[in-house]
């Protein structure tokens, strides 16, 4: 193999087409070249001996379109990867989701639990406390994000123990009905058509209206006043499908507001954020009242990370998140709104200030918070959403609008910070207990006063949680 070792140097350092020339007829001529030992006037300087089979130029010609092939392909490779990254900073919303199981459960022996020991895990949590309050409030509750229902689909969605089929109708307009079939229980959010303005049944073909009335029995001439199904009371408002729960049927008592910079197009959707997490729906939205865990939980910047174990860690505390929250309470005419202002700003080395950000927000009803905020860049609102899919699983979701003159790629970083506050609380929620007569220091108050807030959401008949048995822990 010298000669071969000799002919891949030529070939290495010669451009294509010769080489081409070689493997195509050339190989008696070198190899005769090479036998011959020649050498001229213009190239005395050069001998060359090259002992060559066929196989070997074979095998250099192959070496060479391979490593030809391998830059070409890393060159475009990484021109597309960066393309790409670019094209999502700058064009794509972002979206984020963790899901069951995800976040909050870093701190057991053997690393990350198996997903059949989390689901144990989270199984036996739900007989977490004594004296819980009713599992599902009543109010409003976002099913779906309006981007994530299109025109003609229909969607299952299990939440507040019933079972939902959403749906579009071809003029886009969203309806809930009862998943399930009047006829014989075929689900309506699976396999479901919409027809015009209508949901057509997958088992036989009944057709019901967005009021849950049965239009059509393809196989009968005529449709009985019984064959009709359930519609449940929504709205589609600031981005999201909502659907009224009420435990005893009562129609809805007050509307969720409306965003008008939303509603009217004068802001731009950044992207979202959904979490899910194992507790009880009363303690998300009592974190806004809880001022003393602003002040310890979330002081720690994003840069430490998630994990409560060790986002303490002093290496971090050269910048710290300042939060103050002061409760305004509610006014009279909508005592289902719960307001407070909201601080924050970032302290860079105990001294400097940045990121300053002044928050309106407002709780409305159990499952909904708008959070108006203006810095000195922008300003914007996060809606921000809880709807409990089981008695204590709970899906957040974070939704930021912002000017049009603000880029997605600022709003991708403002999630994000957003984000990694929120997986701390999750972190916080997925192992807590829930203390029904929590032994509240003076500087507490506004927990037990956003309690009492609270209380209105529940009444005779809301749902209690069944407690199960030990048995009944495991799957
Ligand atoms: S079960 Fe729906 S049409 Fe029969
Ligand atoms: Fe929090």
Redesign the pocket.
């Known amino acids: 193999m010298s000669g071969a070792l000799e002919l891949s140097k030529m070939l290495l350092n010669t451009v294509a087409q010769p080489a081409y020339d070689v493997y195509n007829g050339m190989v008696t001529i070198v190899s005769a070249r090479g036998n011959q030992t020649t050498s001229g006037a213009n190239d005395t300087s050069k001998l060359v001996t090259l002992e060559l089979t066929t196989e070997d130029i074979q095998f250099y010609m192959t070496l060479k379109l391979i490593w030809a092939f391998a830059i070409c392909f890393v060159g475009l490779g990484t021109a597309f990867t960066v393309l790409y990254y670019m094209y999502v900073l700058f064009f794509v919303p972002y979206e984020r989701v963790k899901r069951l199981g995800s976040i909050g459960y870093l701190n057991h022996e053997a690393g990350q639990p198996s997903k059949k020991e989390i689901a144990n895990l989270i199984r036996k949590r739900r007989k977490i406390g004594e004296d819980l309050p009713p599992v599902y409030p009543n109010g409003w509750f976002r099913l779906v994000d309006s981007l994530q229902l299109k025109k003609g689909e229909v969607k299952e969605v299990s939440a507040i123990g019933q079972h939902f089929a959403v749906f579009r109708t071809q003029t886009g307009k969203a309806h809930i009905l009862d998943a399930y ?1 009047p ?4 689900n309506l959010g699976v396999g479901g058509q919409v027809k015009g303005e209508c949901l057509e ?1 997958p ?4 057709v019901f209206s967005g009021k849950g009335e049965c239009v059509k029995i393809p196989y009968s001439e005529k449709v009985p006043s019984f064959a009709k199904t359930k519609s449940w009371p929504s709205r589609e408002v600031n981005g999201a499908v909502f659907v009224w729960y009420h435990c005893d049927g009562v129609e809805p008592e007050w509307e969720l507001p409306v965003v008008e910079d939303i509603a009217n197009g004068n802001c731009n959707y950044l992207g979202r954020v959904e979490h899910h997490v194992n507790t009880h729906i009363q303690d998300l939205p009592e974190n806004g009242s809880d001022q003393a865990h602003l002040s310890h939980l979330h002081v720690p910047n994003a840069l430490s990370g998630n994990d409560l174990s060790t986002q303490f860690s002093s290496s971090w505390n050269f910048a710290q998140h300042i939060f103050k929250a002061y409760s305004k309470g509610s006014d009279e005419d909508t005592p289902h709104i719960s307001k407070f202002d909201l601080t924050h700003y970032l302290l860079i080395f105990n001294r400097w200030r940045f990121l300053q950000m002044f928050f309106k927000v407002y709780q409305i009803g159990p499952g909904c918070v708008h959070l108006h905020f203006t810095s000195l860049l922008w300003k914007g609102v996060f809606v921000q959403t809880v709807t409990p899919l089981e008695p204590l699983h709970q899906v957040i979701t974070h939704n930021l609008y912002g000017g049009w003159t603000v880029p997605l790629w600022l709003g991708r970083i403002f999630l994000f910070l957003e984000a990694v506050q929120v997986d701390r609380d999750v972190m916080i929620w997925n192992n807590k207990t829930f203390r029904p007569r929590p032994k509240l220091v003076k500087e507490d108050n506004l927990i037990a006063k956003y309690r009492r807030w609270f209380a209105q959401f529940y009444t005779e008949n809301s749902p209690r949680l069944q407690m199960k048995t030990e048995d009944d822990a495991s799957w």
């Open positions: 079939c006829h014989m229980g075929g049944c088992f036989h073909g009944w």
